[in-house]
């Protein structure tokens, strides 16, 4: 229970209001404002709702040998969870017989050299979105 002001948490006007500032993920929950006099007393709940903007930790370059399988993660933070897509060219990913997405991971199925590329990686929730680059070198096998 909150009963006074501390650094970031301020109680005004005979505890009218509770401001919280530098807010985080921690300060989400449930807060109970309660009045209480002579005549009674009574009680309100509040749930407060943090969201916080996706961000991607780290895009980078892959190699893979052609006809193995490659899988690029896309490691994401954010409150709600984003729902991450992957682009190539420009154009979104769709699971098929050779690309599969899985949450955060796309895998790629016998890696042709016309695969290639830039691949991006978008991570979306209510507060924002965030995108990252990863580049894929497929690698063709010696031959003689």
Same mark, same amino acid.
């Given at each position: 229970m909150i009963r006074e002001t501390t650094p970031n948490v301020i109680i005004g006007e005979e505890g009218?209001?509770?401001?919280? &500032?530098?807010?985080s993920l921690k300060d989400g929950g449930a807060y109970k404002?309660?009045?209480? &006099?002579?005549a009674g007393k009574d009680e309100l709940l509040y749930t407060v709702a943090i969201v916080q903007a996706p961000t991607v930790l780290s895009g980078g370059t892959h190699q893979v040998v052609e006809g193995e399988e490659v899988q690029i993660v896309c490691n994401v933070n954010g409150e709600p969870p984003p729902v991450v897509?992957?682009?190539r060219n420009g154009m979104r990913v769709e699971t098929g017989i050779r690309y599969i997405t899985e949450d955060e991971v796309l895998r790629i199925l016998?890696?042709?050299?016309?695969?290639?590329?830039?691949?991006?990686?978008?991570?979306?929730n209510e507060a924002g979105t965030a995108q990252?680059?990863?580049?894929?070198?497929?690698?063709?096998?010696?031959?003689?």
């Open positions: 009218r209001y509770l401001q919280i &500032n530098n807010i404002c309660v009045a209480s &006099n002579v897509t992957w682009q016998d890696a042709r050299s016309s695969d290639s590329g830039l691949y991006v990686c978008v991570a979306t990252q680059a990863f580049t894929l070198e497929v690698l063709g096998n010696p031959r003689l």
